[in-house]
């Protein structure tokens, strides 16, 4: 990996962090077309760059995040432990997913069919009512959450898709989403980095200098782009629903999967 590429991986983490695509996916998908798939660098960089575009949550709802009643913060707890006990014991078993392209292409096709139906079902069947988060509901959206630990189906999607089939309103569940996002990925960031980087009995520090510029940069850049891209989010989110994105995970997911089997003959993917 290069600062270029580094950038690139970046700018996409910041714009599809939020939005119901996956980011790891695109991630993912992008590394193999610029043949970094397999560096170690890499892999690591595909979880902690995460953090730089959870940070722009921190920093545009600052506010609401840090002063909220107890409420909020245990049904983040509660939302955030499924995945959180599932992500841990199975994390070593579902590396080798990082590397698979074509597990993200279906993903993201399938993916996309499900927010079709899901906004279908949502228009039909609540169309004006729109019921808070519950403790019971939290506790659902982590369950659905679980689904995001292969890469391409998307946390925030998961989220998204298992707030509207609750009756929970489109803006509701989306900065419940965005909200979720810090404890989720800040664990997730964490525990690869002491995965990859530090022996478990004597603690060696093993980063080069290349590699913490390399994660710091893309960290930076994701956090500038996720800013931009969340102000954008929001504003379209009033007038609009998350049909578009499904389609576009649709279209991604066919493309890549005529990528996969036309160019996987050269080698390529």
Known sequence: MNYIQSILLGIIEGITEFL???????????????????????????????????????????????????????????????????????SKKTNFLLVDPLIVALSLFIGGLVILKAENFYEKNYPNKRNRITYFKAFIIGLFQCMALIPGVSRSATTIVSCMLQNVNRRKAIEFSFFLSVPVIGIATCKKLFDYYFQLNSFTFTFTFKEIKLLFLGNIVAFITGIIVLKYFMKYLKKNNFKLFGYYRIILGIFFLVIHYLIKPLGKF
């Open 20 to 90: 119901p695509i996956s980011s790891t996916g695109h991630m993912i998908l992008a590394a193999s077309i610029m043949g970094i798939l397999e560096d170690k660098i890499t892999n690591l960089f595909l979880v902690s760059v995460q953090l730089g575009a959870v940070l722009s949550v921190v920093f545009l709802y600052r506010n609401k995040f840090f002063f909220q009643k107890w409420d909020f913060y245990l049904k983040i707890f509660v939302a955030s432990f499924p995945v959180g006990i599932l992500g841990f014991f199975s």
